[in-house]
């Protein structure tokens, strides 16, 4: 009977320590300008994508029309046009590839406020292919291994295109049921918070699945810019963290984002049945 009234007790303080607030989200940076920009020495249209932040959770972003978009090396220019209207999302003509050796410019001009970013791009490199391992509880794969998180060599980051919508069973389910992508970066600094980061998400998929591996090679700065994206993001949230900053950027005038320039590298992995499930 004591513990009972003990236990209401606590409960009846708990509660009344609970106090409703409302929180005033501070507006100054709905004005600020935030540019995706990664081009590559692939030939392909190339994106560069313009958008406001947002003032509340889950909300989309406002995207940026009408701007204009100019990339430019020491030999040419390219105009970027809007495509489709509207949608805040500049391509590059079909035939641009980036090359090495070369100094890149990107020039965005949005009513009157002008903002450009240089970069230039590092060589690709080879890879050993990703390990995939067996889950015995529900007999699917899962990435086990991409590269090692910390190397003394080029920083990079790794691109999987996960499909699975030709195996049996799954062709006709929704795309997002049957694709997954993943992102995983190899950089030459190690952090408390990267070690003791919050756990992911596992992506599980069936034998016969396709993984299509690729590697975008970074610059230095490219590299610094991800790492403290990281530590904003993935990496928040666990047993250590760093105080919220904002993080570096190579554009001028007070926008976010990067302007970056990679050479990328690629092979395909179909998914065969593991006799033994990893020890």
């Given at each position: 009977?004591?513990?009972?009234?003990?236990?209401?007790?606590?409960?009846?303080?708990?509660?009344?320590?609970?106090?409703?607030?409302?929180?005033?989200?501070?507006?100054?940076?709905?004005?600020?300008?935030?540019?995706?920009?990664?081009?590559?020495?692939?030939?392909?249209?190339?994106?560069?994508?313009?958008?406001?932040?947002?003032?509340?959770?889950?909300?989309?972003?406002?995207?940026?029309?009408g701007?204009?978009?100019l990339?430019?090396?020491?030999d040419?220019?390219?105009?970027?046009?809007?495509?489709?209207?509207?949608?805040?999302?500049?391509?590059?003509?079909?035939?641009?590839?980036?090359?090495?050796?070369?100094?890149?410019?990107?020039?965005?001009?949005?009513?009157?406020?002008?903002?450009?970013?240089?970069?230039?791009m590092?060589?690709?490199?080879?890879?050993?292919?990703?390990?995939?391992?067996?889950?015995?509880?529900?007999?699917?794969?899962?990435?086990?291994?991409?590269?090692?998180?910390?190397?003394?060599?080029?920083?990079?980051?790794?691109?999987?295109?996960?499909?699975?919508?030709?195996?049996?069973?799954?062709?006709?389910?929704?795309?997002?049921?049957?694709?997954?992508?993943?992102?995983?970066?190899?950089?030459?600094?190690?952090?408390?918070?990267?070690?003791?980061?919050?756990?992911?998400?596992?992506?599980?998929?069936?034998?016969?699945?396709?993984?299509?591996?690729?590697?975008?090679?970074?610059?230095?700065q490219?590299?610094?810019?991800?790492?403290?994206?990281?530590?904003?993001?993935?990496?928040?949230?666990?047993?250590?963290?760093?105080?919220?900053?904002?993080?570096?950027?190579?554009?001028?005038?007070?926008?976010?984002?990067?302007?970056?320039?990679?050479?990328?590298?690629?092979?395909?992995?179909?998914?065969?049945?593991?006799?033994?499930?990893?020890q």
């Amino acid at each position: 009977m004591r513990r009972l009234l003990f236990i209401t007790g606590m409960m009846l303080v708990l509660q009344g320590c609970v106090k409703e607030t409302s929180w005033v989200l501070k507006q100054g940076l709905q004005d600020k300008l935030i540019v995706e920009a990664v081009i590559t020495d692939e030939v392909k249209a190339h994106q560069v994508k313009l958008t406001y932040p947002v003032a509340e959770l889950n909300q989309p972003p406002q995207t940026v029309s009408g701007a204009g978009v100019l990339i430019s090396n020491e030999d040419s220019t390219w105009q970027l046009s809007e495509s489709p209207p509207g949608s805040g999302v500049y391509c590059t003509p079909p035939a641009f590839f980036s090359r090495l050796l070369k100094n890149y410019t990107l020039l965005i001009t949005v009513g009157s406020k002008v903002y450009t970013a240089k970069t230039t791009m590092v060589e690709g490199a080879a890879f050993d292919e990703l390990k995939y391992a067996k889950n015995s509880e529900n007999n699917l794969y899962y990435v086990d291994w991409v590269a090692n998180a910390f190397s003394t060599g080029p920083a990079a980051m790794w691109e999987l295109l996960i499909d699975w919508s030709m195996v049996p069973g799954f062709q006709n389910s929704d795309s997002l049921d049957n694709h997954a992508r993943m992102l995983f970066y190899t950089l030459p600094t190690l952090d408390v918070s990267e070690v003791f980061a919050p756990m992911m998400e596992s992506v599980y998929f069936p034998a016969g699945t396709i993984i299509t591996e690729r590697r975008y090679s970074l610059t230095p700065q490219h590299a610094e810019f991800i790492r403290e994206m990281l530590l904003e993001t993935n990496w928040t949230g666990g047993l250590f963290t760093v105080a919220p900053a904002n993080v570096t950027t190579n554009f001028s005038n007070g926008a976010f984002g990067f302007f970056g320039a990679c050479a990328v590298t690629e092979l395909s992995v179909t998914v065969v049945p593991l006799k033994k499930y990893p020890q």
